[in-house]
């Protein structure tokens, strides 16, 4: 087994809300008064588990409860959770900024957390001389920021404004320098905390490489973002932190999956294969039923997926159709199929059933849901979202190996041939 | 989750938990940090004047104008003794010690809450930005005292015999003294003022309050302070006092016997006490200042 670089231990963050005045002066005279007498702080035992959008009782709250976890050396870990879960809290703890109220954090190695990008960047001075405050606050020597400026400034591509205060740099110019110092640590352990929201699509599918590259080089990586796709790609485990506690560690995709349905407040037990109440009304009909083929919601991928819907239509339609859309877990729309586009299949007054048909070996492994929409004239009149919802199965075969998941938003059987051999 | 695992070897390099002693002074780490330390040292160089035509002469004006000024308004108007100095080296030569000490102590004191958002997203030892301030002021100190040679070459030139005498030796130590000085009463203010920030509002007042009662005006052999037994009281404990009057002695070159050892007894055990008292609350409250600030 490799050794363990990380090791956080039962680490809990208290935390007060509210105004700091003359109320939390009270407090801490309390506080301080037990200390006195040799008695335990007296707020350490009250606190509520930290959720966001109710309203509590105490001023005292827990943004991270007894989190315990280890980290080996070399692997890239994921931490995910919704705002407010007690990400950034962890992370501060990680790299030192601040302490936890309770538990211990052992870290093996030298550790260069990147908690945002440009830190300590001073408006009045020029890139360069930025390179280098940057590179000496993330705990560089000024030896190895020598060393490697020309390498900086080359992959931060800002080499033309260099010498230019940093005021007059656009607030992507900043970032790229920024991280591009960070990209040049040389730490054992990286903490990110969701620095690939900023800059442009090229920037950050270069930032990706490079944090791609650091993982592969056998470092050790922590990784916060609410980017899904990033957190599959890069990890090789992941977190899941809710109201401070880890709900769920493990491999990356599975986490990954929970986390994607806790946000939409759905699980396995949700999956729905017939749609029938509610909401399916629009100016001049009505969705009455949407349905798969199924009697299960849980499907292999080597059978072709019936799915019907029926409607009515009151009043003279007007180039009105059905609009199917096809989302997956990361809500990402995989494809859109419309009734009036494939077949022109204009609907007529009264009642219709309109069946189409989703070929087998098309879609890759995972949870699925279909939105339907109504058009008219290209303009959206009622949009019903998670109409149905189905999960893929991978249907066991001979080779172990191909329980995995594979990569890639589809999986279409391709037919390959071989058409020469020596 | 994994549970408590042995881990092979339990040397960990670092462990981050609550309770942490707050004397650790963690000497190697500042050392390993010496470059960036530098860095802001220059950082603050360079930047205060920027975008200023005269830039570093600045440096040289601030004090000369400040003599000026007070040299008219205290000297000329108000006739307050100048121990028999010219008016203009006996302004400059306090106000240049004092605005040594003063431009340490304000700087540090807002070590915490000018920097909550540096601090808040990465780690360095918190004490390296009070240092850092205390080095610029070092240097600028030291430009400045030219400004006084400059000052007293011309006297001298125009026929006053103003030689600075063996005292003068004392000075870097005056102004360790008066870095120290100036370090306690910041990092005690600094983090007093990190939670409750009605201290803040008195730093500059404090400051200026405290001038008034020091030689920079009223030097100790002047008929205000012989005659006023409170006025003296106060004067002689305040720390500074030793220091801005063993600097005029030294570099003014003062005849007669000097009498300051006693005075400036007092001014080190101060210091001491208030470096000891200002590092340990400093590091107390840069443990999780992020919290409260």
């Not at chain 1, 098309?362 to 109504?374: D, F, Q």
């Not at chain 2, 003599?67 to 006996?90: C, D, K, Q």
């Not at chain 2, 360790?176 to 803040?200: E, N, P």
Request: aromatic content about 10%.
């Amino acid at each position: 087994m490799s050794k363990t670089v990380i090791q956080v231990s039962n680490v809990s963050k208290q935390y007060r809300l509210g105004k700091i005045g003359s109320g939390s002066f009270n407090d801490d005279l309390t506080r301080w008064w037990a200390k006195l007498r040799g008695k335990e702080d007296p707020f350490l035992k009250i606190g509520e588990v930290n959720e966001r959008d109710k309203k509590g009782q105490s001023d005292y709250i827990w943004a991270l409860r007894d989190v315990s976890f280890e980290v080996v050396e070399g692997e890239v870990l994921g931490i995910i959770g919704k705002n407010g879960s007690g990400k950034s809290t962890l992370l501060k703890i990680l790299s030192q900024v601040t302490l936890p109220t309770l538990g211990e954090v052992k870290i093996k190695g030298r550790v260069a957390s990147l908690l945002e990008v440009g830190t300590g960047f001073h408006p009045d001075l020029s890139g360069r001389e930025n390179v280098f405050l940057n590179g000496a606050i993330l705990g560089m020597s000024k030896k190895e920021i020598r060393s490697k400026f020309d390498e900086i400034v080359d992959f931060s591509g800002v080499e033309r404004y260099i010498d230019t205060p940093v005021k007059r740099y656009s607030s992507g110019m900043k970032v790229r320098l920024g991280f591009a110092v960070a990209a040049h640590l040389d730490p054992e352990i990286l903490i990110v905390d969701e620095v690939l929201a900023v800059g442009d699509a090229e920037f950050q599918s270069k930032c990706l490489g490079k944090m791609k590259n650091v993982a592969g080089s056998g470092r050790t990586v922590l990784f916060v973002s609410h980017n899904i796709y990033a957190i599959r790609t890069l990890c090789t485990r992941a977190i899941l932190l809710e109201n401070g506690s880890i709900k769920m560690s493990g491999d990356t995709d599975e986490v990954a999956n929970a986390y994607v349905f806790s946000n939409r407040n759905l699980n396995e037990d949700k999956l729905v294969h017939a749609w029938k109440e509610g909401h399916g009304r629009f100016e001049g009909g009505e969705l009455l039923e949407a349905k798969l083929e199924s009697p299960d919601p849980v499907l292999s991928k080597k059978t072709a997926l019936n799915c019907s819907v029926t409607l009515i239509i009151e009043n003279d339609p007007e180039m009105v159709g059905l609009t199917m859309h096809l989302l997956n877990e990361d809500d990402l729309v995989v494809f859109a199929s419309t009734s009036l586009e494939d077949l022109g299949i204009r609907l007529a007054q009264g009642r219709s059933r309109l069946e189409v048909i989703i070929p087998s070996d098309l879609l890759n492994t995972g949870t699925y849901r279909i939105r339907l929409m109504m058009v008219r004239k290209n303009r959206a009149i009622l949009r019903a979202d998670d109409v149905l919802i189905f999960t893929i199965n991978e249907i066991a075969e001979k080779d172990e190996r191909l329980f995995q998941k594979k990569k890639g938003i589809v999986r279409p059987a391709l037919k390959w041939s071989l058409t020469s051999a020596e | 989750m994994d549970s408590k695992q042995i881990s092979e070897g339990e040397n960990w390099d670092i462990v981050i938990r609550a309770e942490k002693s707050p004397f650790a002074l963690r000497l190697q780490e500042i050392w390993r940090y010496r470059d960036l330390l530098t860095l802001f040292v220059k950082r603050d160089f360079v930047a205060t004047y920027k975008q200023t035509v005269l830039g570093p002469l600045w440096f040289f004006l601030q004090p000369v104008l400040t003599a000026i000024v007070y040299s008219v308004v205290f000297g000329f108007i108000a006739r307050l003794s100048t121990s028999g100095y010219p008016r203009i080296l006996f302004y400059l030569s306090g106000i240049i010690g004092w605005s040594y000490f003063a431009d340490c102590l304000t700087k540090t004191s807002a070590t915490f809450l000018t920097n909550q958002n540096l601090f808040g997203k990465v780690y360095f030892p918190r004490i390296i930005l009070p240092l850092s301030v205390v080095t610029t002021n070092m240097i600028r100190f030291v430009i400045q005292l030219t400004v006084l040679a400059i000052f007293i070459v011309y006297y001298n030139i125009t026929g006053l015999k103003i030689i600075p005498n063996e005292y003068a030796l004392l000075l870097p130590f005056l102004l360790v003294l008066m870095a120290c000085m100036g370090l306690g009463f910041g990092t005690l203010i600094s983090s007093v003022t990190t939670k409750y920030r009605d201290f803040q509002f008195l730093v500059a007042f404090g400051v200026t309050l405290l001038m008034y009662f020091s030689p920079v005006l009223f030097p100790l052999d002047s008929p205000q302070v012989q005659n006023n037994e409170t006025f003296r009281t106060i004067l002689l404990l305040n720390p500074m006092s030793a220091i801005i009057e063993t600097m005029r002695f030294g570099l003014l070159g003062k005849e007669g016997n000097f009498e300051l050892w006693g005075l400036l007894g007092y001014s080190i055990a101060f210091t001491i006490v208030l470096l000891i008292i200002g590092l340990y609350m400093f590091n107390r409250v840069q443990r999780t200042f992020t919290d409260t600030v």
